[in-house]
């Protein structure tokens, strides 16, 4: 697991990099980001194997060169540019489905097949989800009833500190993300 959060930490920085060196070539500029973040996905893939990872790492390329595009530094229309981008990820996410239910194991095709079909509702993390949402307390928790290897850490802290802790949280979150915002707009440099 260590090594998919350090390519992720490595991975970005770099393709940054990529969008910089390429941000005054256009059209055909960002189109060869969407070639590097493709080779990039392929990088993960093979070194982790983990789909989530490729997602994780696909989606934040993609937004980073969403607001690259919303900037002007490919100094293209926002409509081709984020054409392009949306084109871009609903190919990937058409790939990796069909690459699930042609080449993928039977249990992940199964559960792609009971999404398309309704069966998200009985799902067990869905219906533990709404087992939390319905204990839910002001302060302080219980133990936790629900298989958390993996699971969102947000639901976590509803469950075992309560609704105060949560509120907090969020509130100090959405602190520190606009200080950062603020700190980033008043930098000179690009």
Known sequence: ELIQYLLLALFLPAYG???YHYRKKR???LLLCLAWLAA?????????GRFFSVMTMGLAGILLLSFCV????????PFSGFGTLLLTAGGG???FV?????????YQAARLEALWNGGWESSYIVEGIRQILQNLQMVGGKDMSFPWE??????LLLERFGIVAAAFAVA????????IASGVKKQKNV
Not at 150 to 155: E, M, P
């Open 27 to 29: 059209l055909p500029g």
């Open 150 to 155: 993996g699971a969102l850490a947000f639901l």
């Open 98 to 106: 069909w690459y699930i239910l042609k080449q993928g194991n039977t």
């Open 172 to 179: 100090g979150l959405a602190v520190m993300f606009v200080q």
């Open 93 to 95: 996410v058409c790939a």
């Open 40 to 48: 990039g996905a392929l990088v993960f893939l093979f070194c982790t």
């Open 17 to 19: 990099g990529v969008i």
């Open 70 to 77: 919303a900037k002007g530094w490919f100094e293209i229309s």
